[in-house]
C-alpha cells in the first residue's frame, strides 16, 4: 500500500461526505419523528392504530435494506398511476427514493427501541403526575419523554452506527456518496484495498463523532448518575475551617 496514493485517494472520497452526513442525518431526524408517531399508534390503546403500526414495523424490519431500496426506486416507477401522478418527481429522484426508504427503516427500527424506553418508564410516576393534573400533552412532554429518551438511548447508538453503514447503499441506485466514489475509483485504478480502506476509514471518523454525541446527551439527560464533586469549593473550605476555629465556635455560642 502506497500512503501518497491513499492520501490522493481520500481527498477524492471526501467529496461524497456532505452527501453521506446528509443522508445519514436527514434520515435520523425524519426516522426518530416518525418512530415516535409509530410508538404513540401502538401505545394509542386503539386495536386499528395499533395493528397498523406493527404491520408497517414488522414489514421493514423483516426485508432487507436493499431490497426496500429497489422497491421504491425501481419498483414503483413500473406503476403508471404513479408515474402518471404528482408524486412522479419525487420517485423518479433516487436521492429521494434513497431518504425515504432509509427513513422508513430507521424509524422501524428506531420505534422498537423507544418502545422499549416507554415501557421503562415507571408506572408511579404517570400516576403522580396524573394526580398533579397534568394533561396527557405535558405529562407526555414533561415526564414520560425525558425518561423514555434517557432509557432507549444506549440501544439508539446503535442503530445511528447502523444506519450511517446503510447509506453506503444508496451508491446501488447511482448515488455518489462515499461508497459510491469508491466504487467508480475502484473500477478505474483496480486498487480496491487502498480505496476501500479509506472509504472505511472515513465512516469510522463520523461514526465515532455521532455516537460521542449520543454519549453527551445520555450524560446531560442523566445527573443522577454524574460522580459526585471530589473536593469542596475553596471558600466553603474557608467557612468550614472559620467555623471549626475555637474562637469562632465560642464567639458564635456554639461551645
Not at 500512503?3 to 452527501?19: D, E, K, R, T, V
Not at 400516576?127 to 429518551?149: C, D, F, H, T, W
Not at 454524574?226 to 467557612?239: E, G, I, K
Amino acid at each position: 500500500m502506497e500512503l501518497s496514493f491513499m492520501a490522493q485517494i481520500m481527498g477524492q472520497l471526501l467529496y461524497g461526505l456532505p452527501l453521506t452526513v446528509q443522508l445519514a442525518l436527514t434520515a435520523l431526524a425524519l426516522g426518530g419523528v416518525l418512530a415516535l408517531v409509530f410508538v404513540l399508534m401502538q401505545l394509542s390503546g386503539s386495536w386499528l392504530l395499533a395493528s397498523t403500526a406493527k404491520l408497517i414495523v414488522f414489514m421493514f424490519r423483516g426485508t432487507p435494506l436493499l431490497i426496500q431500496l429497489f422497491i421504491i426506486y425501481y419498483g414503483l416507477g413500473q406503476i403508471e398511476l404513479i408515474r402518471q401522478s404528482f408524486a412522479w418527481p419525487f420517485f423518479r429522484e433516487p436521492y429521494w427514493c434513497a431518504l425515504l426508504a432509509l427513513t422508513l427503516n430507521s424509524a422501524a427500527y428506531t420505534s422498537e427501541v423507544m418502545r422499549g424506553g416507554f415501557m421503562s418508564v415507571p408506572t408511579g410516576l404517570v400516576e403522580a403526575g396524573k394526580a398533579y393534573g397534568m394533561s396527557p400533552v405535558l405529562l407526555l412532554r414533561r415526564i414520560i419523554l425525558p425518561i423514555a429518551i434517557r432509557q432507549a438511548l444506549p440501544a439508539y447508538s446503535s442503530e445511528v452506527v447502523s444506519l450511517v453503514k446503510a447509506t453506503s447503499l444508496a451508491s446501488i441506485i447511482t448515488l455518489m456518496e462515499v461508497t459510491g466514489i469508491a466504487q467508480k475509483l475502484m473500477s478505474q485504478t483496480y486498487r480496491a484495498t487502498e480505496i476501500f480502506i479509506c472509504a472505511g476509514l472515513i465512516y469510522l471518523v463520523i461514526n465515532f463523532i455521532l455516537t460521542r454525541f449520543v454519549l453527551l446527551l445520555e450524560y446531560w439527560l442523566s445527573p443522577h448518575l454524574r460522580p459526585a464533586p471530589s473536593a469542596l469549593s475553596p471558600r466553603f473550605q474557608d467557612d468550614r475551617a472559620k467555623f471549626q476555629h475555637p474562637s469562632t465556635r465560642e464567639k458564635e455560642g456554639y461551645v
